[in-house]
C-alpha cells in the first residue's frame, strides 16, 4: 500500500531536487520529508535517490516511477474536491419529474438559481401530465418528484402544499378594476377552464353553482401557461395557480383574488426506500423557500 504523502513527497524531491526545498514546498519539517520518502523506498524495496554533490538525484526506478505518481496524486486531488463537492451540493446529478406547470413556469427560474451556485451539477427535467408522474412511482426513474394531488403510494415519501387559485384576465377588461373576482361579478362573463376533472374546472363549477352565477366557458385548456395565454390575449378569465400567474405578468395579465377560495394541492416526493442525497435535500428546500410565499393552510 502506497501512502499519499510519501508519494507527495517523493514527487516534490524529483521536481525540486532537494529535500529543503521539498520542505518548504510541502510546509513540513526536513526530517519529515527525508522520513516519508525512506519509508516509500522501504515500501517499493528499491531506492528512489541518489546523493550527488548536495542534490538528490532520482534514480531510473524513480524517473519510472514518478509520471505514474503525479497522476495518481491528480486524480486523488480531484477526488478530494468531488468529494467535497457532493458534501457543499455543488455537484452530483438530479433527476426531477414534474407536472407542467412548475416544469414550464415554476422550475426552470428555480433550477437555473441552483445550478449558477453548483456549477458541477447537472438536473434532468422530466416534463408530464400529474397522472404520468405518478405512473412513474413504480420504476423510481427520479430522485425528487412534483405533482398535483392525489399522491398516494407505499413507495415515495410525500410533502404536501396548498396554494389558493387565482383569476387571471388581460389589464385591459372592465373587470380588472376589482381587487377581488367572484362568481356574482363573473356572472355570464368569458371563462376559460382546464379540462372537466381538474381541481381550477371542479372548483369554479361548484362556486358558480352555489352563487346562482352562470359560467360561461369559452375555452377549455390542458396546461395552465395556455390558459394564462390566452386570458392575457382577451380571450376570458381564467384560474390558475399563483406562481404561474406571476411568471406571465409581463404579458398584460393581472391577477386577482378569487372568492370563495378554491385551493389547489400538490406534492413533492421521493422514493422512500433510499435515502435523500444531501444535493436533493438541498434542492427541497430551495423549492419550500421558493412556494413559501404563496402557501396557505391545509
Same mark, same amino acid.
Given at each position: 500500500?502506497?501512502?499519499?504523502?510519501?508519494?507527495?513527497?517523493?514527487?516534490?524531491?524529483?521536481?525540486?531536487?532537494?529535500?529543503?526545498?521539498?520542505?518548504?514546498?510541502?510546509?513540513?519539517?526536513q526530517p519529515a520529508?527525508?522520513?516519508?520518502?525512506?519509508?516509500?523506498? #522501504?515500501?517499493?524495496?528499491?531506492?528512489?535517490?541518489?546523493?550527488?554533490?548536495?542534490?538528490?538525484?532520482?534514480?531510473?526506478?524513480?524517473?519510472?516511477?514518478?509520471?505514474?505518481?503525479?497522476?495518481?496524486?491528480?486524480?486523488?486531488?480531484?477526488?478530494?474536491?468531488t468529494a467535497q463537492d457532493i458534501h457543499d451540493t455543488r455537484a452530483g446529478s438530479l433527476s426531477i419529474a414534474s407536472h407542467p406547470s412548475p416544469s414550464i413556469s415554476w422550475?426552470?427560474?428555480?433550477?437555473?438559481?441552483?445550478?449558477?451556485?453548483?456549477?458541477?451539477?447537472?438536473?434532468k427535467l422530466i416534463s408530464r401530465q400529474s397522472q404520468g408522474v405518478r405512473d412513474l412511482i413504480p420504476s423510481q426513474a427520479f430522485d425528487l418528484a412534483v405533482? #398535483?394531488?392525489?399522491? #398516494?403510494?407505499?413507495?415515495?415519501?410525500?410533502?404536501r402544499y396548498r396554494m389558493p387559485f387565482v383569476a387571471v384576465l388581460s389589464r385591459t377588461s372592465s373587470l380588472a378594476r376589482h381587487a377581488t373576482l367572484t362568481p356574482r361579478l363573473l356572472n355570464g362573463q368569458p371563462f376559460i377552464t382546464m379540462f372537466r376533472g381538474h381541481a381550477s374546472q371542479l372548483?369554479?363549477?361548484?362556486?358558480?353553482?352555489?352563487?346562482?352565477?352562470?359560467?360561461?366557458?369559452?375555452? #377549455?385548456?390542458?396546461?395552465?401557461?395556455s390558459a394564462i395565454a390566452l386570458a392575457a390575449n382577451g380571450v376570458g378569465v381564467a384560474l390558475v395557480d399563483p406562481i404561474s400567474a406571476e411568471d406571465f405578468k409581463s404579458r398584460g395579465l393581472t391577477a386577482k383574488a378569487f372568492v370563495p377560495?378554491?385551493?389547489?394541492?400538490?406534492?413533492?416526493?421521493?422514493?422512500?426506500?433510499?435515502?435523500?442525497?444531501?444535493l436533493s435535500k438541498s434542492f427541497v428546500e430551495a423549492f419550500e423557500l421558493f412556494v413559501k410565499p404563496y402557501l396557505i393552510e391545509r
Open positions: 500500500m502506497l501512502d499519499v504523502k510519501q508519494m507527495e513527497a517523493f514527487r516534490t524531491v524529483v521536481e525540486r531536487g532537494s529535500v529543503t526545498t521539498a520542505a518548504l514546498v510541502l510546509g513540513v519539517s520529508v527525508s522520513a516519508l520518502v525512506a519509508r516509500l523506498e #522501504e515500501a517499493l524495496g528499491y531506492a528512489l535517490f541518489t546523493r550527488e554533490h548536495r542534490r538528490m538525484v532520482p534514480t531510473a526506478e524513480a524517473l519510472a516511477l514518478v509520471g505514474e505518481v503525479a497522476a495518481v496524486l491528480e486524480r486523488h486531488a480531484q477526488l478530494t474536491r422550475l426552470p427560474a428555480l433550477i437555473a438559481q441552483f445550478l449558477a451556485e453548483r456549477p458541477s451539477v447537472t438536473v405533482a #398535483e394531488l392525489p399522491v #398516494e403510494h407505499p413507495l415515495v415519501a410525500v410533502r372548483g369554479a363549477a361548484r362556486a358558480f353553482d352555489e352563487a346562482g352565477a352562470h359560467l360561461n366557458v369559452v375555452a #377549455e385548456c390542458d396546461y395552465f401557461a377560495t378554491i385551493a389547489y394541492d400538490f406534492a413533492i416526493f421521493h422514493p422512500a426506500d433510499r435515502p435523500m442525497s444531501r
